[in-house]
């Protein structure tokens, strides 16, 4: 009787640990399809994001480029960044051709396409034209501004705002040339050549006037301009940025009359001049061009600037800029408010 009591109880044990295999079988098989089914369904979802971002696009060197009529046209290329797939400048597609021998204005376009199928362009304008040649180089000089219709000048610096944006309004109608002060160097220096119609323009001082009445104008037509900043006075006006506005030094507390009725660049010591060039330079974030205050230089403020790093500087005297000129000693076209629309059209022919 025990006996079979006994093998009774063997049995229901085995039957219990059948049944408790079974279960735990079947619950690993449940954890794994499951976590399949998880896994599938995140694949899934991540396989249906789609990537909507157009890469980024940029070229080298400016939007606007020139040269020389017959001459060889190096192009300056492109980069292009995506977000998933990185650097992919190498599919970068230039469409559009520059024909050097012939004048004219000619655009090229490039553009890029990322895996996803998403595109960037940007575009880049050629002028094939002829070189400035013999002509020189002419640097307009401007001081102030009036509106009619509030007041007048003060005296002949002082430029009426209808006539000003008549001049502007005029180089940009005949696609003028606008160089920067480095290619300004290059072209002294005999490394590069210009457009036929080049052109700098200058406003001396920064004054309130330039910012209020001119650079609207300026913004206007896209027509360039350098602001030679007398920074004792405005050097706060270097924070405001404007994408026809480049700011350079007029010194910082020279522009004021020194020993016998000379300006102090020409009467301060040395050691003094540099003192206020480095502080010039330093509130405008960097200068290497300066202009004279009242015109007025001598072989000492020569010397202080280039030991402090300046490259060019601009005079008040009348003339244009040619290749092989004294970079310290650079003449500018005086545009006042007697010179006619005319008169100014013959100035910078």
Not at 120 to 144: N, Q, T, W
Not at 154 to 160: L, Q
Not at 173 to 199: M, Q
Not at 229 to 239: C, L
Request: contains cysteine.
């Amino acid at each position: 009787m025990k006996n079979k009591k006994t093998k009774k109880n063997v049995n229901l044990k085995k039957v219990f640990i059948l049944l408790l295999v079974l279960a735990i079988l079947i619950f690993c098989i449940y954890k794994i399809c499951t976590n399949k089914n998880n896994t599938e369904t995140v694949e899934t979802s991540s396989s249906n994001t789609k990537d909507t971002i157009a890469p980024e696009i940029k070229l080298n060197g400016n939007e606007e480029s020139f040269v020389i009529l017959g001459k060889e046209y190096k192009e300056e290329g492109a980069t292009a960044t995506d977000n998933l797939e990185g650097d992919i400048s190498s599919k970068i597609e230039i469409t559009g051709e520059v024909n050097t021998s012939e004048k004219g204005n000619y655009e090229l376009t490039y553009s890029v396409k990322d895996s996803s199928g998403n595109t960037s362009e940007v575009k880049r304008k050629v002028a094939v034209c002829d070189s400035i040649g013999k002509k020189g180089l002419p640097i307009l000089m401007y001081h102030f501004f009036y509106d009619k219709n509030k007041g007048t000048g003060k005296d002949n610096n002082w430029i009426e705002i209808s006539d000003f944006e008549k001049q502007v309004k005029y180089l940009a109608d005949n696609s003028y040339y606008f160089p920067t002060w480095e290619e300004v160097e290059n072209y002294i220096d005999g490394k590069t050549d210009l457009p036929e119609k080049s052109i700098v323009v200058t406003v001396d001082d920064a004054d309130p006037s330039y910012f209020e009445l001119a650079v609207p104008v300026l913004e206007k037509y896209n027509v360039h301009s350098t602001s030679f900043v007398i920074t004792a006075w405005y050097g706060y006006r270097a924070g405001e940025k404007y994408n026809t506005v480049v700011y350079h030094s007029h010194s910082n507390d020279m522009h004021e009359p020194g020993a016998g009725g000379k300006g102090r660049m020409v009467t301060w010591s040395y050691d003094k001049v540099v003192q206020d060039l480095k502080t010039s330079s330093e509130i405008l974030g960097g200068s290497d061009v300066f202009c004279y205050p009242f015109g007025h230089y001598n072989d000492t403020a020569i010397k202080a600037l280039k030991n402090t790093g300046f490259k060019l500087a601009v005079t008040t005297e009348e003339g244009r800029v040619y290749k092989g000129a004294n970079k310290y000693k650079l003449p500018r076209v005086r545009i006042s408010r007697n010179t006619g629309f005319e008169d100014f059209k013959s100035k910078i022919k």
